[in-house]
């Protein structure tokens, strides 16, 4: 019988039988193994050479995705999930092999039946996509789509998005959701849902416990804070990154604290406690009106300082409307020719001149991600000043990159300049003197 | 009398007179106030409308440097300090603000008289620049400087240079010296020598008691492992990152560990103990060859994924040699369209193709910096892997930039896909399964 992924087999060889569900191309054993999940949910992998026989147990057969809706309970407060897809809403699909997005609303809520315990549940699919497709007018459509349930009287929202540009989301949102009168909580998965190891459950059990036991509104992020499955971190939203492309604990608080702990482990008979590390925050407030102002200019760039660099590589952003440059250090480029074997970055400052005439704001960060730009230390730093880069202070590339954008949206030119560089949202840190 | 900063001036208030170096426009004070570096060391501003009067004691007199030369010891290794400017070779100048490189070889050995007692110091200025304004043909102008000197019989080669590309430069000579019999050591300060807090003199004096101590060989960075006094780490030069813009334990690991640690406080009456973190490494032997290979291809870039990219940004690496992609994730970008508002997607997935075609080699890291890139997970990766971009693994992406320039430098195009996939160097980590 021809065996196929996903079916369920029995691998003979001379010392043992395996059975479990036949695994699609794996990705890190090669091309010689054959890969069987086990009832205990463990991989394991078999040397084609040592088996005999594959004996095929049971077909694979694609679940029947079924409606799930959840009684209302009175007392709870009322939480709206809004996915956008990602491995938050993702499973392993065993004819494909990896991990694609197979989401139905109903599912996630009937997959993480503590939820209900938590919350009045509802959820709604508004996209399905990786975050790395991301665009702004995507943030638009978030946007509207949590306008539209805040006027229906929720009490909080969390938004399920790929991980790959969470915290950049997050810090989109933060700028285009000018108040909101209640939480709004981005969070996701590092692994599948399907996965033994999957932060998915609690991830979004801990973002409703946040929402449902706090009076904290605003927008944030909610994912696990250490390898253990103990807390999660609520982090500011203009001051996240991934910082790690696997661990669970990827996300870290850069240039900042967390918000909050939430414990879900259950301490001295203290059910998910909270701690909240900062002591200032917005506080919900049914009266203060949801203010949403989603505009963002599309030609914004972000260009990574290397060596070896071209002045094309810079002149590349005439006619951009805005661009962060992720510099060096305290915020430097290329740009001065302290030998021959430097002699084409007597074109950078020119190349930089000819992006800023054009119309360009260009705004500073730094690549160490950590600490502040401090253009005024050295030659380098003045001198791009002179140019008029403007330092983008102790924010992330990417937070300036979005901030930017929102800005250029929203404000002149001259207001741009200004405010690029002032904090609006906790993206910028008060200076320590 | 008309003051100038650089003068020792008596700035008297009606409660005090503070005498001290008048310094030039403060960095983090504003325009309202004086600054003067009193004889301990420390700034105090004083507030311009407090002041009643100034008084100039001793006009600016700029220093004459006075040659230094070492007289020889015998029983003491020979090291050699080969600067190329940077932090750690420089000094605030009092007339102009901020920081210039104001260096003579001569005078940074009699900076620190320590280092006269760990070895015969010769010293070399070999370029002056920032490292900002380096460029590969930079590292060649090194790696010849280190032939020369490794040729006159040296037990051990200091580099010191300007922190911004400390890391990336160490990382490119790791590739350029194939191999060394003796130990080439990077270092750098994040504050200029003449501070109190300027970390330059314990760089060195580690660096040098790590050459001096230990049957080390081979390229490695030497800076402070936190913020106390008490360590130096030994770094990996292709696996280090300067994480920090401006705090003196900038430069961490990253996918790996230390590869020593030099404690610089007598502990137990044990001077500067060296602990090894590695266990396995090149060992010192005076038969072995130097190899250096310092060609490097010229057109190579890097690029940053975002959000909102658009496939022009892709384009313009047509005719580029190679490309290092920092993709977001496990090595992601955007090229899908999943609805109409990512249509322009549909475009990228061309364009890396049409860079791909005109001959560049394509290698993908993750922004996260920590953790591996791994293409085979989602239909993303797979895509891209399937338009032949290569996985670079767990390699920082500003290692795989000079990596690639360096195969791209010295081997064939189908040896280079092949390489840079391959653990050369100590860049990639062993894969843990």
Known sequence: MKYNNGDIVKV?????????????????????????????????????????????????????????????????????????????????????????????????????????????????????????????????LIAKAIEKKAKEGIDGIIIGIGTDNLAVASAALAFIIQQTPIPIIFTGAQRSSDRGSSDAAMNLICAAEFIAKTDFAGVAVCMHENTDDKTCAILPPAKTRKLHSSRRDAFKPVNDTLIARVNITRVDGNPRKIEFIKESYAKKDKNRKLIINPNMEEKVGLLKIT?????????????????????????????????????????IFPAIKKVIDSGCVLVMTTTCLFGRVEMQVYSKGRDLLKLGIIPGEDMLPETAFVKLAWLLGNYKKEEVKELIGKNLRGEISERVV
Chains 1, 2 share one sequence.
């Open 12 to 140: 003979h060889t001379k010392e043992e039988i395996y059975e479990g569900i036949l695994m699609p191309r794996p990705e890190i054993f090669d091309e010689n193994y054959k890969v069987i999940k086990l009832d205990n949910g463990y991989n394991i992998g078999i040397e084609n050479k040592k088996i005999t026989k594959i004996e095929v147990i049971k077909k694979y057969e694609k679940k029947k995705e079924e409606g799930h809706r959840m009684s209302y309970k009175s007392g709870l407060p009322k939480i709206s999930i809004l996915h956008t897809g990602g491995t938050i809403a993702s499973r392993v699909d065993y004819r494909s092999g990896g991990v694609v997005a197979a989401f139905s609303p109903e599912e996630i809520v009937s997959m993480f039946p503590e939820l209900a315990e938590i919350a009045n549940i509802d959820s709604e699919l508004i996209a399905n996509m990786w975050s790395d497709d991301l665009r702004f007018s995507h943030f638009k």
């Open 307 to 347: 060596v070896n660099m071209f002045p094309k590589q810079f002149e590349f952003f005439k006619g951009y409307k805005g661009l962060v440059i992720e510099g060096t250090g305290l915020g430097h480029t290329p740009g001065h020719a302290p030998n021959e074997l430097a002699n084409i970055h007597k074109k």
